[in-house]
């Protein structure tokens, strides 16, 4: 994936925290955008943060830094084009790039897609009462 970019343009950001490791898929990440939470979990965090970003016709340059860090750990140059990429491995590869396809059991639960019409799960007013939080053991 050879890019180049203009160093002086303003880049959007997100901040990944760890939150659980579990089974075959290792570590899992919560993202946060623009002060909110943009994925509760996943386990490949810059692309799928991507996707989710150009879902909401956000593009450009993508910073990813991890809470507490004073640098991005990550600098992906174009959002749309990393949108369509992933990180695939399996028992006779490691891990190494890939172009995204939604797996079949995402489709059944609305993937995140390059579709323009996804709309945000829920839009609360002021004063409605806070979504419930989905309880996560803590990182190790």
């Given at each position: 994936?050879?890019?180049?970019?203009?160093?002086?343009?303003?880049?959007?950001?997100?901040?990944?925290?760890?939150?659980?490791?579990?089974?075959?898929?290792?570590?899992?990440?919560?993202?946060?955008?623009?002060?909110?939470?943009?994925?509760?979990?996943?386990?490949?965090?810059?692309?799928?943060?991507?996707?989710?970003?150009?879902?909401?016709?956000?593009?450009?340059?993508?910073?990813?830094?991890?809470?507490?860090?004073?640098?991005?750990?990550?600098?992906?140059?174009?959002?749309?084009?990393?949108?369509?990429?992933?990180?695939?491995?399996?028992e006779s590869r490691?891990?190494?790039?890939?172009?995204?396809?939604?797996?079949?059991?995402?489709?059944?639960q609305n993937a995140?897609?390059?579709?323009?019409?996804?709309?945000?799960?829920?839009?609360?007013?002021?004063?409605?009462?806070?979504?419930?939080?989905?309880?996560?053991?803590?990182?190790?």
């Amino acid at each position: 994936m050879g890019y180049s970019y203009d160093s002086k343009a303003e880049a959007e950001a997100i901040h990944i925290e760890p939150t659980t490791i579990r089974g075959d898929r290792g570590q899992y990440y919560r993202v946060h955008y623009s002060g909110s939470l943009l994925i509760d979990e996943t386990s490949n965090p810059e692309f799928e943060a991507c996707r989710a970003l150009l879902a909401r016709g956000i593009a450009g340059r993508l910073e990813v830094s991890r809470f507490g860090k004073s640098h991005p750990d990550t600098l992906v140059p174009d959002i749309a084009k990393a949108a369509d990429w992933t990180v695939k491995e399996n028992e006779s590869r490691g891990p190494h790039f890939g172009r995204w396809q939604p797996r079949p059991e995402d489709l059944s639960q609305n993937a995140v897609s390059r579709a323009p019409e996804i709309l945000p799960a829920a839009v609360l007013a002021s004063g409605d009462p806070s979504l419930p939080r989905k309880e996560t053991e803590p990182a190790i």
